[in-house]
């Protein structure tokens, strides 16, 4: 569980110190991204913050609270809470994460399509229809994300 100090900034150094943070994370992309998260968070904030943004993704696709508590190993009260931050009336995560799942979706689509003509194009005349047919498995497997 997070500790903050239970004296409050003052309204004026609270939004500075919200500046500089936003200032400090606009345009990282990549591993600079990644190197600058590690050097913030403990493996501890990720882990929790990566929980969190899974549980709201998940949420997102309709899995059940305890398919999502099985999955991600937490409790029914994490994912309430990631619920109700989901449904709350600043929509940054949701938009970000509907973002991803429209993307995701259009993968899928073109996906489908691939495997639709790699199912009715058969090997070339002189192939081996066992290798082909493990190439397209691992093709397949490949692209499957776990949800």
Same mark, same amino acid.
């Given at each position: 569980m997070p500790q903050v100090s239970r004296y409050p900034l003052s309204k004026d150094i609270e939004k500075r110190v919200k500046e500089i943070f936003l200032q400090s994370i606009s345009g990282l992309k990549g591993k600079e991204l990644t190197q600058f998260l590690d050097d913030l968070l403990t493996s501890t904030e990720k882990t929790m913050l990566i929980k969190r943004i899974a549980i709201a993704?998940?949420?997102m696709k309709n899995y059940n609270y305890k398919a999502i508590c099985g999955l991600l190993n937490v409790s029914s009260a994490t994912v309430f809470k990631a619920k109700e931050s989901l449904n709350s009336k600043d929509e940054g995560l949701k938009k970000r994460l509907e973002k991803i799942l429209k993307n995701e979706r259009l993968i899928g689509m073109f996906d489908k399509i691939d495997e639709f003509f790699e199912k009715i194009n058969p090997p070339p005349v002189k192939r081996d $229809?066992?290798? $082909?047919?493990?190439?397209? $498995?691992?093709?397949?497997?490949e692209r499957r994300k776990p949800f």
């Open positions: 993704f998940l949420l $229809w066992s290798s $082909w047919r493990k190439k397209q $498995w691992k093709r397949q497997s």
